[in-house]
């Protein structure tokens, strides 16, 4: 069975850090992978994303040179390293998986396969 796991999320004051795990089932080993968050009242949005090998990475503007997105293959695993934290990055964040190439569009979320149950991240002091 095809799964996501999100861990790492919790409360942070502003400007601290956190680091977010997406660990995925090996059958899809070969999916680009993203991380979507979704405040309250908001829609989701997209945050980063990276190739299926890890060559190419995206982020959305708001979160450019404060987020890091990294992937181990060898185990199966996602990392978002979040610096800088702001109020405004309070939300649930969600991983997904897609088979389809991230460019030109890594936030289309119909073509995101399979997602994780998301994991609350709260930045407040």
């Known amino acids: 069975q095809v799964q996501l796991v999100e861990s790492g999320g919790g409360l942070v004051q502003p400007g601290g850090s956190l680091r977010l795990s997406c660990a995925y089932s090996?059958?899809?080993?070969?999916?680009?992978v993203a991380w979507f968050r979704q405040a309250p009242g908001e829609e989701r949005e997209g945050v980063s994303a990276?190739?299926?090998?890890?060559?190419?990475?995206y982020y959305g503007g708001s979160v450019k040179g404060r987020f890091r997105i990294t992937r181990d293959q060898a185990k199966n695993t996602v990392l978002l390293e979040m610096i800088s934290l702001k109020p405004e990055d309070t939300g649930v964040y969600y991983c997904?998986?897609?088979?389809?190439?991230?460019?030109?569009?890594?936030?289309?979320?119909?073509?995101?396969?399979?997602w994780g149950q998301g994991t609350q991240v709260t930045v407040s002091s």
């Open positions: 997904a998986a897609r088979a389809s190439h991230l460019w030109p569009s890594p936030w289309e979320e119909h073509e995101y396969e399979y």
């Open positions: 090996k059958e899809i080993a070969e999916y680009a």
């Open positions: 990276i190739t299926n090998v890890g060559d190419s990475t």
